[in-house]
């Protein structure tokens, strides 16, 4: 790792330190809907409250206008994006290349996920942006609450019995959660397309596991309790004009930016796609969603997370938490992943692969540069990867 990653690091961490809560100004960013809207598209933006107050955003590209099959059978997508991310990720290497814009072309109709504490999810009905109790959550609850809940309308929206599911990052760990831990939605799921899928850790070798993992990756320690319950690197002006003004001053900050993700090397991304992420990134999260990804990475299990004995035994009723069981996953499922990514990587594939009992297909993206965050923006990630998700998904629809 070099220095202007730690740089950046530590510009992040004081972004963490000094933001307020709600600082930002959503006017001042181009939103999901209006980014659709400027490529051409219809676009549409729904708010789905879930059953413990969160308000999310779903947007929606209901139909191609250059298909106009806006009367036609449109079987619904779900699209779901990673940790301190939002759908634009979805969006960013324009409608040429973009998963959404693709799907949207073969016909499909596309719903674009927003996770609580996004900066398209920031608000609950019953608890204030600024308690503590706001960012009482993780991607457990992302999993069983807000997934289920962005499912549950599109099919009600829709009136399609079932939902295609694609997630990059923690939007495939969302997915094992919800799906392990709810089975029943496994009948509401046509086909699910994991992009780099993260569950184990065990071979992480970007800097943040052993930077940060020692220090909130044990239930109970000092760092774990002062971070807990947090906002973690939410989207502000000071992390924004860093990076934003890395990106203009030179490419290699920028791609310094996003080390965290890649085992050095960054051939296969595209600029302008990453100056596009920029703009709405990072798009805040809990702080738990870190720290369970870190003690997952220290235990070696795909499990809930972990409070420390006491709480775990009021909560499981155990010392340790439970595992999810990956047995209950049922659906049609495929799994992208690539040699070149620092997060979850090969390794940590093989073993997710090796329990996930019912897993239909294990695909591995050819190019070996090929990192974590290729899957949003790299310039061959068409070819390599959304042309083949589409093609699975036309398949599926003419069974
Ligand atoms: C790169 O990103 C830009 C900006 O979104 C987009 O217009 C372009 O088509 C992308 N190119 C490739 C090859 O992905």
């Known amino acids: ?12 961490a004081a972004g963490l330190v000094v933001a307020e809560k709600s600082d930002y100004c959503l006017s001042e960013i181009v939103k999901s809907d209006q980014r659709i809207r400027s490529h051409g598209y219809p676009a549409e933006a729904h708010e789905v409250v879930t059953e413990d107050g969160y308000v999310l955003t779903l947007f929606r590209i209901p139909y191609s206008h250059k298909l106009q099959n806006q009367n036609q059978r449109r079987p619904p997508v779900l699209l779901q994006h990673g940790l301190f991310s939002n759908s634009d990720c979805f969006l960013c290497s324009g409608p040429d290349n973009s998963l959404a814009y693709l799907l949207a072309d073969a016909g499909y109709d596309v719903w674009l996920g927003n996770a609580r504490g996004n900066i398209y999810s920031r608000a609950n009905q019953k608890i204030s ?12 609850e992302i999993g069983t609450i ?7 309308y599109i099919i009600d929206v829709t009136d399609f019995p079932k939902v295609h599911y694609a997630g990059h990052s923690q939007g495939t760990t969302v997915y094992l959660v919800l799906l392990s831990e709810r089975p029943e939605y496994n009948d509401k799921i046509a086909t699910g397309h994991l992009l780099a899928p993260c569950a184990f850790f065990a071979h992480g070798t970007s800097f943040v596991f052993n930077a940060l993992g020692p ?10 309790q002062l971070l807990v319950d947090t906002e973690l690197i939410p989207h502000n002006n000071l992390v924004n004009r860093v990076v934003d003004n890395g990106c203009h001053l030179s490419d290699a900050i920028c791609k310094n930016a996003f080390v965290m993700f890649a085992n050095g090397g960054y051939e296969n ?6 100056s596009v992420l920029v703009e709405t990134h990072p798009a805040g999260s809990s702080s738990n969603q870190g720290i369970h990804y870190l003690q997952l990475w220290k235990s070696h299990a795909f499990r809930q997370y972990d409070w420390g004995t006491k709480k775990n035994n009021e909560l499981y009723g155990q ?16 799994s992208y992943s690539s040699h070149n990514d620092a997060l979850c990587g090969p390794e940590d594939v093989d ?12 695909h591995r993206v050819p190019v ?6 290729d899957f949003i923006i790299a310039k061959n990630v068409k070819e390599l990867v959304n042309d083949p998700i589409i093609e699975r998904i036309n398949e599926y629809e003419s069974r």
């Open 1 to 12: 790792m070099g220095p202007i990653a730690y740089a950046l690091l530590f510009s992040l």
């Open 129 to 140: 942006l600024n308690s503590y109790k706001f960012w009482h959550f993780d991607w457990h």
């Open 146 to 152: 807000d997934i289920a809940a962005m499912i549950d």
């Open 215 to 224: 220090l909130v990756g044990t239930p109970g320690g000092i760092w774990n």
């Open 269 to 274: 991304a595209n600029s302008s796609s990453m």
């Open 319 to 334: 010392d340790l938490p439970p595992d999810y069981d990956l047995d209950l996953i049922t659906a049609e499922t495929h």
């Open 351 to 362: 073993t997710l692969v090796s329990r996930f009992t019912h897993l239909t297909e294990d």
């Open 368 to 373: 070996q540069s090929f990192n974590h965050l």
